[in-house]
């Protein structure tokens, strides 16, 4: 990981659906990264949002017997308040039809038009139209001519459209892909997008005819950009970068059709939108990371980087392509009605809490190359044994015996604490180490281990049986600011994961600023300080907590 300022963003999602588990998972593994490098002192700028035109959106406005704007309007809307209830520490949400966007879009794809690299051509091939996406003869044959994701079958398609050049461009993905060989993470879904680009390239449409909801490409405007090559600019058009490329238009918005209600703005005012956002933010190009689901991984690593070299820009950092979240071992979808939507999600948060939510979002889900399996049971099982029987009762246990043994204060430790300096600074090094790679399994277990640590040592050492003898009060006093110590080292680790809890833990064991460090827009000034052993200071007064209810077990279903 790079130092300075960092960038990680989410897919921005499509407003034809309401928000369902692939969205709040992918949002969350970035929330957790976005809190976890602020607390590390990065400035972090973390962003998401949603995909707002294109054809399926149009026809699912049309069931609906609105307008697409009006479907776009109310979903992004709910968007946003998932979004919030899940306290997510987003810090912009960028929607598609908003001016900002589209005249920066127009300015880059006008540019692209401009270096050639845009042309007006005939295309023949297979349409996927739950996934908008295209596919060649081959790769249709490959795929017995079904969408891989749907199932449902591919339409032929003949258009006549703007295409990019992506052929061009396969030399320079190949020699950018071998110096950068962490470009693609997991590993294996690196080797799958490079086993694809061996067989060839082909150009790839940029605009479509045979609908209308999109943006209208700059100088022919019965065509619309493609939402995939518009959804993409997302990522640069937050950080106004249409700025920073040489010779790119920001168009008068001519052709910008009427946006949420509103009459477009005017060009200057539009002009200096983008401006201000290229001042505050586009420093932070290149994204550090990209978390995307691995059904969308050919467009982030293969035709955004073209696009991107092909204006001059760099590629991102890294992608990282997640797998998919199954349900009782099988497959999630709506018509067999095991879909984990939102009402689902909101019952789990209901009876175990957001952070548990997070938790097992972050530590139990495909991360990885191989899909999880989601069960109520297995969500029970995590909760209780690592929530509850792990850093609720370590934490518990020891703020009952300060409060018992040392009146609830932090008792001085006149032993040798040496061990635990460096258990405390090794857990932080893997935790670092973890996050950096978006290990949030790693990361998360190398702060449950330093409580499991800390629960051995009292195994161990019997502080209450000591505590029997008042002569060992001294003894007594130091392992259990030994123990102390470590539990807000682990709390910290396990901060980005379980915010709210883990700020009541923090405030419990003697920080005064806990929650300043994780949240929005702002990062610690001293991590190597803050996060190292030893700093709850003798006399601080030690809570007794009840951070996780024990609850009882679901019912089978
Ligand atoms: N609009 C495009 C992305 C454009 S980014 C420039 C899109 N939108 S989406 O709404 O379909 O995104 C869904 C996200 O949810 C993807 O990251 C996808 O991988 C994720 N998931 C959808 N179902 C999922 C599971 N069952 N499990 C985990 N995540 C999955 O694609």
Request: charged fraction near 20%.
């Amino acid at each position: 990981m790079s130092a300075g300022r960092a960038f990680i963003t989410t897919p921005i999602y499509y407003v034809n659906d309401r928000p369902h588990i692939g969205h709040t998972y992918t949002t969350t593994l970035c929330d957790v990264w976005a809190r976890a490098t602020r607390l590390m002192g990065r400035e972090t700028f973390f962003l998401t949002g949603t995909d707002e035109h294109g054809q399926k959106v149009e026809k699912s406005a049309r069931e609906a017997g609105v307008s697409p704007q009006k479907l776009a309007d109310t979903n992004a809307a709910e968007f946003r308040r998932v979004m919030d209830m899940m306290e997510f520490s987003h810090d912009d949400f960028i929607r598609t039809t908003e001016p900002r966007h589209m005249t920066q879009v127009q300015a880059l794809v006008g540019k692209l038009a401009e270096l050639g690299v845009v042309y007006l051509g005939e295309f023949e091939g297979w349409y996927d139209e739950g996934q908008e996406e295209y596919h060649t003869e081959t790769r249709a044959r490959e795929l017995d001519y079904k969408s891989p994701v749907s199932g449902r079958p591919l339409v032929r398609f003949k258009e006549q459209n703007y295409y990019f050049r992506l052929s061009a461009f396969q030399q320079r993905l190949e020699e950018f892909y071998s110096r950068h060989p962490d470009f693609v993470q997991p590993e294996g879904r690196f080797n799958e997008v490079k086993g694809r680009l061996r067989e060839g390239l082909q150009d790839v449409p940029v605009t479509r005819t045979n609908f209308s909801w999109g943006i209208p490409f700059p100088g022919d405007p019965k065509h619309v950009i493609y939402v995939w090559i518009d959804a993409l600019i997302n990522y640069v058009s937050a950080l106004g970068l249409a700025k920073s490329v040489n010779g790119a238009q920001l168009g008068p918005g001519a052709h910008l059709p009427e946006v949420q209600d509103a009459p477009a703005p005017a060009a200057a005012e539009l002009a200096a939108q983008v401006q201000a956002l290229h001042q505050s933010r586009g420093v932070l190009w290149p994204a550090d990371l990209h978390v995307v689901g691995k059904e969308i991984l050919w467009f982030h690593a293969v035709i955004w980087p073209a696009m991107l070299m092909a204006l001059e820009l760099e590629p991102p950092r890294q992608i990282h392509a997640h797998s998919f979240w199954i349900r009782d071992g099988q497959k999630m979808s709506k018509s067999m009605g095991n879909f984990l939507d939102l009402a689902a999600i909101e019952a789990f948060i209901a009876r175990y809490g957001l952070d548990a939510w997070r938790w097992y979002m972050a530590t139990q889900g495909p991360l990885q190359a191989t899909d999880a399996d989601f069960r109520a049971a297995h969500f029970h099982e995590v909760y209780t044994a690592e929530l509850v029987n792990l850093v609720g009762n370590c934490a518990s246990r020891v703020g009952a015996m300060i409060a018992k043994y040392c009146d609830g204060r932090m008792p001085a430790d006149t032993g040798d604490a040496s061990q635990w300096v460096t258990r405390c600074a090794e857990a932080t090094a893997q935790w670092r180490r973890a996050i950096e790679a978006l290990d949030l399994t790693a990361a998360a277990r190398a702060g449950l281990d330093l409580l499991r640590a800390v629960d051995a040592f009292i195994h161990q050492t019997e502080p209450f049986k000591l505590a029997k003898d008042p002569a060992n009060s001294p003894q007594v006093h130091s392992i259990l600011a030994q123990c102390a110590q470590c539990v807000r080292v682990a709390g910290l680790l396990l901060a980005p994961f379980l915010p709210t809890k883990m700020d009541e833990l923090a405030r419990g064991f003697g920080e005064a600023t806990p929650s300043a460090v994780t949240g929005r827009g702002c990062c610690e000034d001293n991590f190597a300080a803050r996060i190292e052993y030893g700093r709850i200071a003798v006399g601080t007064p030690i809570a007794k907590l009840a951070l996780f209810p024990r609850l009882d077990a679901p019912k089978a279903a």
